[in-house]
Structure formats: C-alpha cells, structure tokens
C-alpha cells in the first residue's frame, strides 16, 4: 500500500485496486484427485495414517509414490504398507515421525506441479 498525506499532514493508506481471487493452486488439486480415480493402487495406507483422511498430503504422497519414487521404495511400500499403516494407528509420536519423512516428497511432488502449471500458461 502506499501512504498519502492530506491536508492535515497525517498519513492515510491508500487502497489497492481489487483483483479477483484467483485458485492458483487448482493444477495440483486436479492433478490429485484425476490419479486418486485412475491408478492401480486403491490404498496409501501409511500416508493415510500418517496425515489422516482427511489431509490432502497423502493424497500427494501417493502421487509422489506412483510417479516418482524408487522402484524398491514402491515394492516395499506395497508390499508392506498396510501392516504399516494398521501399526501406526493410535500411535502418534510414530505418525509425526513418519509424517516428517514423508513431506519432503510431498514437497518434491508440489513442486513438480508448479513448474508444470507455470509453464502450461
């Protein structure tokens, strides 16, 4: 904002033109919810316990997981993750501890997202 003086010296702020909001982040959620319907994979089970179902990131996380993790990372994942995922209930020190693992790909994978929405323009 840029401050005006009137004529009694004081300063006043000056009101910014309105802009209508824009959903920057629509690519991402799209990207999202069109691979939650389309992949093979039907559960995220330690992201899911991790996050919660109710949190967009595991959703993100399994992007991440279908698309750019290790192949050895993805064969433990779904070989292993549903015990995983049934430890970690209820136990929460666990689950902010493999939440903390997981965002950097979470990170990783919402960046991808932004370069690609930049660039499509």
């Not at 005006?4 to 300063?11: A, C, D, W």
């Amino acid at each position: 904002m840029v401050a005006k003086s009137n004529k009694s010296g004081s300063q006043t702020a000056a009101r910014k033109a309105y802009r209508t909001p824009t959903l920057i982040k629509a690519a991402m959620l799209s990207a999202v919810t069109a691979q939650s319907q389309t992949s093979g994979v039907a559960e995220c089970w330690v992201a899911r316990a991790a996050f919660g179902e109710a949190d967009i990131r595991w959703m993100i996380f399994r992007a991440w997981l279908l698309d750019d993790a290790p192949a050895s990372f993805r064969r433990l994942y779904l070989r292993y993750g549903e015990s995983v995922g049934d430890w970690l209930a209820g136990r929460d020190s666990a689950r902010l501890l493999v939440r903390g693992l997981m965002v950097p790909a979470v990170n990783r994978k919402l960046r991808g997202w932004q370069i690609n929405a930049s660039v499509h323009r």
